[in-house]
């Protein structure tokens, strides 16, 4: 009864695609007093649940259970099928086809990775190491959190396997190896540890090593196990929040081994670069988001790629349901992960556009009605109102105009804008400047 319970409470707490892609073999294989044991088909969704959806199991199973419950994961027994290859062991006969076979995510592919100067090195090592197993090993890779390292090294999996799907390509988070080990040490079950980890593995990956800090029995066994694996010639791949000097708390023979191959950064992307990957994302779900609201928030983002993921979706579905998407909606719906424009665009966009058009800020506030004045004047109020989200009704303040004269400027412009290429031309270089004042403000 308590078993249904559970998994109909946590169907509900999750996504319909969540459900559908990480729980469709997720069971209740026992329940003791206040303790789940959940079984799940395989390693890699083992790590990743328990990464990803740790916060809702343990509420879960609180819910049903009472207070203080708590839960474990384990993956199903390996099942042996008869034509499976027996690859040879003196403790155990191993099989090779049905181990560890992990599930990789199909959306995180080379292709559909944006590659720029902040993460090309790490692209290249992990696509050469995929063209060419052996290349580099081990490979450190290491970025802050949601910068891509999770979705290059699937990708590197889902290379190889689409060329060998009988590899054995294994990807935990050191949590889950660690917590594994616990496990196998309290019920006497370390053969069968060593076992899996060092000789039922081709490739290994192992996520968030950073948590091993100051574990130093876990570190040993992982020593040990990097070292059979090294030697047996497998690869290894480790992915870290900081680089291998950086980590504290571990062994120097750790560190080293982790410094034996090659060990790359994935930086911090430049607005240009969040900018592709936005439009990457908008073209991937075939929706349309004006390019001036995705630069808008390229250029005010904090935070992550996963982050501008998520803001990316938010505009999406915005558009979608409500049919227009603009700057200032972006700023109004994303005002969590936007940094406030905190300089006075208004100013400085008058500033940029008086250099530009060689017309003073005194005479673009008139009523001048000289044609280079009254045309720098109308790009002023488009910029202000189009790229910076400021309202048609403050834009008026400032040139004290009326709100459907501010309006009618920027449909002028928009209109211009169509065929005259100068326009556009005056249009970048205000935005060369602004650009400019911004890097010289936060330098
Ligand atoms: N260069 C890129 N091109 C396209 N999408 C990207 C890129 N980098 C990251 N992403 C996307 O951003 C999201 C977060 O990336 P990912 O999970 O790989 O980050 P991570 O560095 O592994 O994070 P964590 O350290 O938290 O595990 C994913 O959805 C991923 O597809």
Redesign the pocket.
Known sequence: MNKEKLLSLLKEKVSRQQWEHWFIDFSVKRIEENHVVFEVGNLFIKGYIEKKFDKILRKVVGEVLGPGATYEIVDAPISLSDNSEIVSDNVALVRKKPVLITPLNPK?TFD????DEF?QFAYNVLLEAAKKPGTYNPIFIH?E????????VQAYGNYLLSNNPDLRYAYLTSESFMNELVTKLKTGNMEEFRERYRKKIDVLVI??IQFLAGKKGVQIELFHTFNTLYESGKQIIV?S?RSPKELKEFQDRVISRFQMGIVVQ?KTPSQEAMYK?SK?IVDEEKADVPDEVLEYVARHLKG???IL?GAVVKLIAYKSMYGEVTVSTAKSILKDVLIEDTRSTDHDILDAASKIFGVSKEELVSNSRDKKTAMARQLCMYLMVRKFGMSTRKVGEIFSKSHPAVISAVKNIEEKMQEDKRLIGHMKLIEIELQKKAGNASS
């Open positions: 995180y559909n990775f944006v590659v993460n970025s959190a949601g910068m891509g390292k999770t979705h290059l996520d968030d992915c929040d994935i990957i990457k992550s790629i996963r993921k």
